[in-house]
């Protein structure tokens, strides 16, 4: 039975917010952190456990950790490698105050750190393979070719530089014109131009002008000059070694071929065609490119690094064997005077351009100086004052034209 007393529940309907009483408070202690919360529907979710500490480190302090310890431990190794290098106790003898005892100190140091050469090597790998690009001084092409870096080098005048060429060859025009003998400048086009579908980029617009320039300015000063460009792009690839600086024997032959053109067509050169030659390729070797060093790839190299250049090494003869007259006055009418495109045997120029000529000469060419010194050298040496020669060429590679420590000054020798 219902109680008329009763009191009927309110209808539902929107009501005003009251004071919400306190209930019981339930502290977590930290066992609680990690406890799994119940969702809204009231089922407990697992979460993700996160990795505790290892030995009392935290996950973000146990890497720092670990590089803090490499980094020690390298130091350490260097630090016990520098105390037991051979360098510190036996330290080299030069002058102190204007660095040359440091420099002396530096070179022995690393040729005897056991860890230069790794380090150099593991750089190495990582530039060549992901970067394709070695130390400064190579550039890398296409299909195995390495190219001097020289060749895209420029000084930021290169007419300029050009036009100091050409004024200090015409005064070595001028020295050799007093000594009764021509001069024939042969310049050796850049490999990155004659083998330019491997290039790794095509020459700057100031390189790509500058061998024309430079022929240019010659011809306005009135020195004879040979243009090798026509002979040695007829088979680029059979011309340069691909991974040196220089050309082959064949490059080096059809150079010859085009010199001695020159000097018949733009010369009073009388001693051509007096004499035979006979040329000997049976030698082969296979030749490590001078630029392959520069790619740091040690022990790897013949792995990763592009093949060495097989070499038929020619060698020039005689055809006929010398008089036995040793009073005999012997005056030779052509002098080569040039860097190592001239000086290595192993591309035999001057052979080539006997049996081009079919005349003896004189080679004065020097490696290693450039093209300044041998020229230096020849005029102020005995050969040139006591048996002057017909003519005289001068083998000039084009990459030195506009690097700029070899712009010649405007003083003279």
């Known amino acids: 039975m219902t109680d008329p007393h009763a009191t009927e529940p309110p209808a539902p309907g929107p009501t005003a917010p009251g004071p919400i009483a306190p209930g019981p408070t339930r502290t977590r202690d930290r066992r609680d952190e990690d406890a799994p919360e119940p969702d809204a529907s009231g089922t407990t979710a ?35 490698a520098t105390l037991a290098n051979p360098a510190l106790r036996d330290p080299p003898d030069a002058p102190v105050w ?3 005892w440091a420099e002396a100190y530096q070179a022995a140091l690393d040729a005897d750190s056991p860890l230069l050469a790794p380090a150099r090597t593991a750089w190495g790998l990582i530039d060549t393979g992901l970067f394709r690009q070695g130390r400064p001084g190579v550039l890398i092409g296409r299909d195995g070719w390495l ?6 080098a420029a000084v930021p005048d290169a007419a300029a530089a050009i036009e100091r060429w050409s004024e200090r060859i015409e ?7 007093a000594a009764g003998a021509t001069l024939v400048v042969a310049p050796v086009p850049a490999k990155a131009r004659i083998v330019a579908h491997a290039a790794p980029s095509p020459l700057p617009s100031g390189a790509e002008r500058r061998y024309d320039a430079f022929l240019a300015a010659l011809e306005r000063r009135e020195v004879v000059v040979a243009d090798l460009r026509p002979a040695l792009s007829r088979d680029p690839e059979a011309a340069y070694l691909r991974t040196d600086t220089h050309w082959t024997p064949a490059g080096a032959e059809a150079a010859a071929d085009a010199i001695a053109a020159t000097i018949r067509t ?19 070797t296979e030749r490590p ?38 009073f005999a006055e012997v005056r030779l009418p052509l002098t080569l005077v040039g860097t190592s495109y001239s000086a290595d045997p192993a591309w035999d120029l001057p052979g080539a351009l006997r049996r081009a000529l079919g005349a003896d000469l004189v ?12 020229m230096r050298r020849y005029l102020e040496g005995e050969a040139l004052r006591t048996s002057p020669p017909e003519v005289v060429v001068w083998e000039i590679p084009e990459r030195y034209l506009t690097v700029a420590e070899y712009v010649p000054d405007g003083a003279s020798w």
Do not use: C, H, I, K
Not at 50 to 70: D, H
Not at 171 to 177: F, T, W
Not at 363 to 374: H, I, K, R, T, V
């Open 266 to 284: 733009r010369t009073a050169f009388a001693g051509a065609g007096e004499e035979r030659f006979l040329v000997d390729r049976a030698r082969q």
């Open 147 to 152: 190219f001097p870096r020289e060749e895209y």
């Open 98 to 100: 204007d660095g040359r």
């Open 46 to 80: 697992t979460a993700t456990a996160r990795p505790g500490p290892w030995l009392g480190v935290a996950p973000a302090s146990r890497w720092r950790a670990v590089y803090a310890a490499s980094f020690l431990a390298v130091l350490a190794v260097g630090f016990a």
């Open 171 to 177: 005064r070595v025009r001028g020295r050799l014109d």
């Open 289 to 326: 490119g001078d630029l392959l060093p520069f790619l740091d790839l040690g022990p790897f190299t013949a792995v990763l690094g592009p093949p060495p250049d097989r070499v038929a090494v020619p060698t020039t003869v005689p055809a006929e064997p010398a008089g036995n007259d040793l």
């Open 363 to 374: 080679d004065a060419s020097l490696s290693g100086l450039g093209p300044w010194e041998p």
